[in-house]
């Protein structure tokens, strides 16, 4: 018999060469055919040619086809191929050869044997290829008898850096492998870690072996509807097989009341170790409230709390509670979440240092106010994502540094009065403030207003983002104006009066931020010019602050002259225009063509005099990596085209692009096919060809 691993080489190779001399026959035949001008001839010899040419030549191409596809380890087209092979001439053994030896070389050796044996049954007259049946079986066997168990052979670990890489579904299939391979698995601490429960088959037999890995897992994910696997994981956590979870996400199903009192036990059973919970209870209404978790979770430190019900029917009885003194964030999201739905909650956890809620009304404000004394940061509402807790020195009470009023929805947006004296006291601490309020105040409260908060200044404020309503602007001015911390952010909406707004800034060092939202007003251009002018100068003095960003949505302000003095800003390195009606095409270029060199981002949105030869300017900036076009109606895929091509390249990584990142949003006359002709110059493209909000 040959010897196996040669006989392996030799299947290897295609069974025959393309028959060349088959096809100019063909082709002689059909050019008689059409030199007579026989149509019937030519079309019965036309479709005789492709019926021969497919079942004389498919077979080969597939089987070379198929041994190329072995040989780069492309396995599932290499079947393919061969079992194509064998659709073609069933009775033929070439076919069970190549499927046998993708098999093999795939380390699927039985499959292979099973391969050669069926092709050994077929081949009836073709001794060539019994022969390469027999020495493909053959080669099989060997290498099936001689295989190493390579996890089981391995250090422990090297064995448990290859396990903890795999997928939660390719490890729940290598559970069953093998006795050997089950106890590596479930030894292997770090694969366990982490564990995120969907849904399925894999998920269950993960489940079911939690007896012996559910002392590994520290955080686990329960994000489905399957009733069986939420049974299993509370009877694993009631049994004390998570004995290390510090963070647990469970997604309620629509049956979870029958859960409600085992939940209890769960939670009571991982107290000692769980820190963080997430909770989404959707519409159910007899599920587990707010005051059930919280009373056996007495380690808890982190809560996110979810449910689309009114937030009172589940925050549950806080009167016989102990304070919760591990609780620092807390994230409510709910429908009229109001002050009765928390105050319970802010009596009995007293440490709480950040409060994040959507879906509340204005009452909360005075809860907060009573009962959040140790709070840093606070979320209303807010879609935006909200700063993080830092790290807290215990002892320390800062103050409420960080405050987000930031609802999108004016309905949904607090009103300045119910907000401004919880602002008015942590004056001192807070060095964030995001005012997004639903209206001006009332005439009549104006004047009893600035008597109830004299010397209305901030001591630490950083960030500043505020609507300027006719009247409450004089009175946020002036707790901007001489304050002891210089602001740096200034973020100001709906902007009455623009002129008085300058005139504050031109007393204060220049802004790092300057964003201009709905401004109506044309009367302070010249101002905003000498402002511009005078943050010029900043720029290339030493050791000032520097203006570096610039928003401008939606201003009438904003003419040729303001952009002419923004461009001699050398600091400057992101700009966002949108909707400058008073922008010339002029002004624009203008602008465009004196960016400065360190410009790293530019978004343009919604401007008609933007043209390509615009777009094609932004070559000119060498440190320029992010673009952004949204609403452009002049703007093509010529100028998209001139921009990148004719841009210097920048590193990134092992490669260089002249863009990190292109968006084009709404652009009617930019198409797909424009903006893939650019993909190869651009690390990032996204395309949307209808309008959608950019960030």
Not at 6 to 20: F, K, N, R, S
């Amino acid at each position: 018999m040959a010897n196996p691993s040669t006989a392996m080489e030799d299947l290897t190779l295609p069974v025959q060469q393309i028959d060349l001399k088959l096809f100019q026959q063909i082709l002689g035949q059909l050019d008689v055919s059409l030199k007579t001008r026989d149509y019937n001839r030519i079309n019965n010899d036309a479709t005789a040619a492709i019926t021969q040419l497919i079942e004389s030549q498919l077979y080969v191409l597939s089987d070379i086809r198929a041994y190329a596809r072995a040989m780069q380890g492309y396995y599932n087209g290499a079947y393919e191929d061969a079992i194509q092979m064998i659709d073609c001439a069933p009775e033929l053994g070439a076919g069970y050869v190549r499927l046998g030896n993708v098999y093999s070389i795939s380390g699927r050796q039985l499959e292979a044997i099973e391969a050669y044996d069926e092709g050994l049954e077929k081949e009836k007259s073709d001794q060539t290829q019994i022969e390469r049946l027999r020495a493909g079986k053959a080669a099989a066997i060997a290498k099936n008898e001689t295989r190493i168990d390579y996890l089981k052979e391995l250090p422990i670990e090297l064995a448990n850096n290859i396990i903890q890489k795999l997928s939660e579904g390719d490890m729940s299939i290598c559970l069953s492998v093998s006795s050997v391979w089950r106890k590596r698995i479930l030894d292997c601490s770090f694969a366990w870690t982490h564990m995120v429960i969907t849904g399925g088959q894999k998920d269950l037999r993960l489940v079911s072996v939690m007896s012996s890995a559910g002392r590994y897992v520290e955080s686990l994910d329960i994000n489905t509807n399957n009733g069986r696997l939420h049974a299993l994981c509370l009877e694993a956590m009631i049994d004390k097989r998570f004995d290390k979870i510090r963070t647990l996400k469970m997604k309620a199903i629509q049956d979870w009341k029958w859960y409600t009192g085992r939940i209890s036990i769960a939670f009571w059973q991982i107290r000692d170790t769980l820190t963080t919970l997430s909770v989404d209870l959707a519409e159910n209404k007899h599920a587990i409230t707010l005051a059930d978790i919280l009373l056996p979770c007495c380690n808890l430190t982190d809560l996110s709390f979810t449910t689309a019900l009114p937030m009172a029917k589940l925050t549950g009885d806080f009167s016989t509670m102990k304070s919760h003194n591990a609780l620092l964030n807390l994230e409510l999201t709910g429908n009229l979440i109001d002050k009765e739905s928390i105050d319970g909650v802010l009596q009995r956890c007293p440490q709480l240092r950040r409060l994040v809620m959507s879906g509340c009304i204005s009452s909360v404000v005075d809860s907060i106010a009573q009962y959040g004394s140790n709070l840093e940061i606070l979320g209303y509402n807010s879609t935006k994502p909200i700063p993080r807790l830092e790290i807290v020195t215990t002892g320390e009470t800062p103050g409420l540094r960080k405050m987000f009023m930031d609802a999108p929805v004016p309905r949904t947006r607090i009103r300045i009065e119910s907000i401004l004296p919880l602002v008015y006291k942590n004056r001192a601490t807070l060095e964030t403030v995001v005012l997004n309020t639903s209206s001006d105040l009332v005439a009549e409260d104006v004047q009893q207003l600035y008597a109830i908060y004299p010397e209305f200044k901030f001591e630490k404020l950083n960030t500043l983002t505020a609507r300027l309503y006719r009247r409450i602007q004089p009175l946020i001015l002036q707790s901007i104006r001489d304050t002891p911390t210089a602001l740096a952010h200034l973020h100001a909406l709906s902007v009455y009066d623009l002129q008085g707004l300058v005139d504050i800034l031109m007393t204060m060092p220049p802004l790092i931020t300057l964003q201009l939202a709905s401004v109506e007003t044309s009367t302070a251009s010249a101002s905003l010019v000498q402002l511009f002018e005078k943050y010029a100068i900043a720029a290339k003095s030493f050791g000032t602050p520097k203006l570096q960003q610039v928003i401008f949505r939606e201003c009438a302000e904003i003419t040729d002259s303001v952009l002419v003095s923004l461009a001699m800003i050398q600091s400057l390195n992101r700009v966002i225009f949108r909707a400058l009606r008073n922008v010339t095409a002029e002004g624009i270029g203008r602008f465009l063509g004196n960016l400065p060199c360190q410009m790293k981002y530019v978004e343009l949105c919604n401007m008609d005099s933007i043209k390509d030869s615009h777009i094609a300017t932004l070559q000119k900036c060498p440190s320029l990596v992010n673009v952004a076009l949204q609403g452009l109606q002049n703007v093509t895929d010529e100028g998209l085209r001139q921009m990148v091509y004719g841009k210097p390249m920048l590193p990134s990584g092992p490669n260089f692009y002249a863009l990190f990142c292109l968006t084009v949003k709404a652009c009617p006359l930019i198409t797909e096919v424009g903006t893939h002709c650019v993909k190869e110059m651009v690390k990032t493209v996204v395309y949307e060809k209808y309008n959608t909000m950019m960030r």
